[in-house]
Antibody, heavy 113, light 106 residues
Framework: EVQLLESGGGLVQRGESLRLSCAAS????????MDWVRQAPGKGLEWVAN????????NYVDSVKGRFTISRDNARNLLYLQMNSLRAEDTALYFC??????WGQGTPVTVSS | DIQMTQSPSSLSASVGDRVTITCRAS??????LNWFQQKPGKAPKALIS???SLQSGVPSKFSGSGSGTEFTLTISNLQTEDFATYYC?????????FGQGTKLEI
């Protein structure tokens, strides 16, 4: 069974940084693209970033380019999202996902201004 | 960016009804479209991939169709557990984009 467990969310001030982690199990992590998707309170889903199986290709939504970095550790089955220069509009529940098919339960990020 | 326009944004239905949700892409996306169900406080659940392929374990009451720019999700014989918000997602190009969601209510 695919399991994805996000952690690292919390309350930060505007301009601060946060690193989210996602622990994956139940599948061959190194063989799959992985994504981060977020959902602001009461809003819809927004794709944030994804990363190729070997980490050689990364893609981002424009609103986070230059501020967020997605990475992975295939030896430890971990996915990361480094978030810098956080803004109020980054406040959301952040989900990690295996090719947008299997999803974790999310970790909340709140950016206070 | 490809815009995904879902309609309706909300839908009122009754147990036993059959409903259809539409997603329109601002440009052709072949069949690179998934459908998701999300219940309050929960993660999205994938229902259909590649526009019409039912995911393992998803009941056959859910069906998807379409290609290019017009896609539909049909849910037959609605039950109480089907009342949720539904999203489409295109994965034809970057950035991936979701529809704004359709809230299915009793």
């Amino acid at each position: 069974e695919v399991q994805l467990l996000e952690s690292g969310g919390g309350l930060v001030q505007r301009g601060e940084s946060l690193r989210l982690s996602c622990a994956a199990s139940g599948f061959s992590f190194r063989s799959h693209w992985m994504d981060w998707v977020r959902q602001a309170p009461g809003k819809g889903l927004e794709w944030v970033a994804n990363i190729k199986e070997d980490g050689s290709e990364k893609n981002y939504v424009d609103s986070v380019k230059g501020r967020f970095t997605i990475s992975r550790d295939n030896a430890r089955n971990l996915l990361y999202l480094q978030m810098n220069s956080l803004r109020a509009e980054d406040t959301a529940l952040y989900f990690c996902s295996r090719v947008l098919m299997d999803w974790g339960q999310g970790t909340p990020v709140t950016v206070s201004s | 960016d490809i815009q995904m326009t879902q309609s309706p944004s909300s839908l009122s239905a009754s147990v036993g009804d059959r409903v259809t949700i539409t997603c329109r892409a601002s440009q052709g996306i072949r069949n690179d479209l998934n459908w998701f169900q999300q219940k309050p406080g929960k993660a999205p659940k994938a229902l259909i991939s590649a526009a019409s392929s039912l995911q393992s374990g998803v009941p056959s009451k859910f069906s998807g169709s379409g290609s290019g720019t017009e896609f539909t999700l049909t849910i037959s014989n609605l039950q109480t557990e089907d009342f949720a918000t539904y999203y489409c997602l295109q994965y034809n190009s970057y950035p991936r984009t979701f529809g704004q969601g359709t809230k299915l209510e009793i």
